[in-house]
């Protein structure tokens, strides 16, 4: 009664084309900034080729593009900083301009989708039945991107080069989207019930009919999804949240299935690839974790180290080599700690515990004794440095401490990590190994998942600016010691890279100690690299003095405008300036490069969680 199926399905198709279109823009914009990227740096990258070209814009509409919605928060600056109702309780972040129009359109379809139906009808509850059909095809449609949006292996973050952490936020959105649907479905049911034979007859059809038993189930279920995942809620136990928020999807969608199934339903296909997507994506994750953390001879093991600031440096030694590169995260496990639960991390950095050292022992003996000293001191490190000649040397790798039951082999991999205490899973971690002799826990089983994300390349850029607060740290070094390597090796753009981190107190220079002197004997360093460290709260002033032009030290907060003017003045190419770290400082490296988008040719890459 009232249900146009024809129509029903041509709305069903213009969704999915709307997708796909934008899938395929998408797609068509990335291999044109990879191509351009591609181009510019095989023009750029022999030493002492002029890239003055790349300097400047020279167009004024991709700037304001970029200003205006590709960079552009919702509204002023406000982007990654949560909002918060108090200090305990936070209610998430605003997406930005660009997402918010993604968005707000795609919503605006189900809406109008929903709503074009046949209003001259006499009977109410024909279109009541009209719409009860048309929320519920198009609910079942959204199942298929609100599940492949929420996968970490999604497909679609490869092939279009769009973050996690976007996919993400479109997932979030898509699946309340869905939920309204639902909802609006059986009320429609209920209503269109209710007509025929009041609250008695919807009460016998759930009794009598499987299938819509199944489908209030699903309804239920999907109520309580909303529900659970409001932003405090979700932010404040999030643990607990991801396990009750898996479980209630599966049985939501396994209520559609059988809803669907038992009517005879054209619309089961759907929910028949949401199990493939979801059990493959499962299953592939299973073989990865498996393939990297398991071999003939050895299994992962995880040494954790607790510093000062409450952190903790974790080193996961894999039996077979990781394949990380600059910028990529990847997911731990400790099941002594937090069972089954995986939590994301930046990878810090990744080396061969086994690296040939015949001739490079009295240097190794400098370093090691230069690390054992409370602070960071540039002298004392290039002092054991000059221990040895390094003119025909490339880089001493100090060699990672191995737990005794690893085999290593050449394809053994030492993958490092820093996690601050927060609550839960880093909380014990943290409690544990400050409890530890030596402040150490070694041999602990464990299991690294990844890698995933990195798909920002630096190379094509004559200046790269790196920013990072705290343990965004961690996201920034693999890319010096990349565009270090590729600057000696003559194989990248970049000509000058500039690290700017803030930190609370110096105590935080350990946490990255042993990987700052890995860099500092690089080929090029002096050249190409700046270090530029600020101390927020520096516990005497004497710890914020600089050493040397290399590291330069300033007490105070950083001031992020004034530091990228000064970088733009004295760039070299094309410039890259990327971030890691708490929302409010995101934002404010994000409102600096905006406001300079203009003066030259300047791109923008933030790294963030928002889970």
């Known amino acids: 009664m009232g249900v146009n199926q024809t129509q029903n399905w041509l709305f069903v198709d213009a969704l999915i084309w709307s997708l796909v279109i934008l899938c395929v823009a998408t797609f068509a914009y990335r291999i044109f900034l990879r191509s351009n990227r591609h181009l510019r740096q095989l023009v750029t990258m022999t030493r002492g ?25 919702l509204f002023t600056k406000r982007h990654n900083r949560e909002l918060q109702l108090s200090k305990a309780i936070g209610v998430g972040t605003l997406p930005g301009r660009f997402h918010t129009l993604l968005l707000v359109l795609y919503a605006a379809c189900n809406l109008a989708y929903c709503l074009v139906l046949d209003w001259h009808q006499s009977n109410a509850a024909s279109v009541v039945a009209e719409l009860r059909g048309r929320s519920g095809i198009l609910a079942s449609i959204n199942l298929i991107p609100t599940i492949l949006f929420a996968l970490r292996n999604n497909p679609l973050i490869g092939i279009l080069g769009v973050s996690y952490d976007t996919f993400n936020l479109l997932h979030r959105w898509v699946a309340r989207i869905l939920i309204v649907e639902s909802i609006v479905h059986t009320l429609c049911w209920i209503a269109n019930s209710m007509e025929s034979g009041g609250l008695r007859q919807v009460h016998e059809s759930l009794a009598t ?91 992962t093991k995880v040494r954790v180290e607790a510093m000062k600031n409450e952190a903790c440096r974790v080193t996961f030694y894999t ?127 464990g299991a690294i998942e990844g890698p995933y994300g990195g798909h920002d390349p630096l190379g094509s850029y004559g200046t790269v600016v790196l920013f990072a607060a705290g343990v965004g740290i961690t996201h ?30 110096s105590a935080s220079f350990e946490w990255v100690r042993p990987w700052m002197e890995e860099l500092l004997p690089m080929p090029g360093r002096r050249e190409a690299l700046k270090l530029l460290l600020f101390v927020t709260k520096p516990r005497n002033m004497r710890d914020v003095v600089s050493a040397s032009g290399f590291v330069q030290m300033h007490g105070g907060r950083c001031n992020v405008q004034e530091v990228l003017d000064k970088e733009i003045w004295e760039r070299v190419g094309a410039m890259c300036v990327t971030v890691c770290g708490p929302g409010a400082f995101a934002d404010g490296v994000r409102h600096a490069v905006r406001e300079r988008i203009h003066v030259g040719n300047l791109d923008f890459v933030e790294e963030a969680f928002t889970y």
Request: with cysteine; charged share 15%; proline share 6%.
């Open 49 to 73: 080729t002029k890239q003055h070209y790349f300097t400047e814009n020279h167009s004024d509409i991709w700037p304001t593009l970029k200003k205006n919605l590709i960079y552009a928060p």
């Open 319 to 445: 039996p077979r080599a990781f394949p990380s590169t600059p910028g990529q995260h990847a997911h731990v496990y400790i099941p002594s700690l937090g069972w089954f639960g995986s939590h994301p991390f930046s990878v810090a950095w990744t080396a061969s515990p086994t690296p040939t050292m015949e001739d490079g022992a009295i240097a190794a003996f400098e370093l090691e004794r230069a690390r054992r000293r409370s602070s960071i001191s540039e002298i004392d490190l290039e002092k054991a440095i000059a221990a040895r000649n390094f003119a025909n040397r490339t880089t001493i790798t100090t060699r990672p401490i191995v737990p005794d039951d690893i085999i290593t082999t050449g394809s053994t991999t030492a993958v490092s990590f820093v996690m601050r205490a927060r609550t839960g899973f880093t909380r014990r971690l943290y409690e544990r190994a400050a409890a530890a002799p030596n402040r150490t826990l070694d041999n602990l089983a």
């Open 209 to 299: 009919s499987t299938s819509y038993r199944w489908g209030m189930i699903a309804t239920v279920f999907f109520v309580f999804i909303l529900c659970q995942s409001l932003s405090p809620l979700r932010h404040a136990f999030y643990e607990t949240f991801l396990t009750g928020h898996r479980i209630a999807v599966l049985f939501a969608v396994i209520g559609v299935y059988v809803h669907l199934d038992k009517a005879s339903l054209p619309q089961k296909p759907f929910v028949q690839c949401v199990f493939m997507l979801w059990g493959g994506e499962w299953l592939y994750r299973i073989y990865t974790i498996l393939y990297y953390n398991v071999s003939r001879h050895s299994c």
């Open 476 to 505: 920034q070094m693999l890319y010096v010691r990349q565009l270090l390597a590729g600057y000696a090796a003559g194989t990248v753009s970049t000509r000058k890279i500039v690290l700017v981190w803030t930190v609370p107190d």
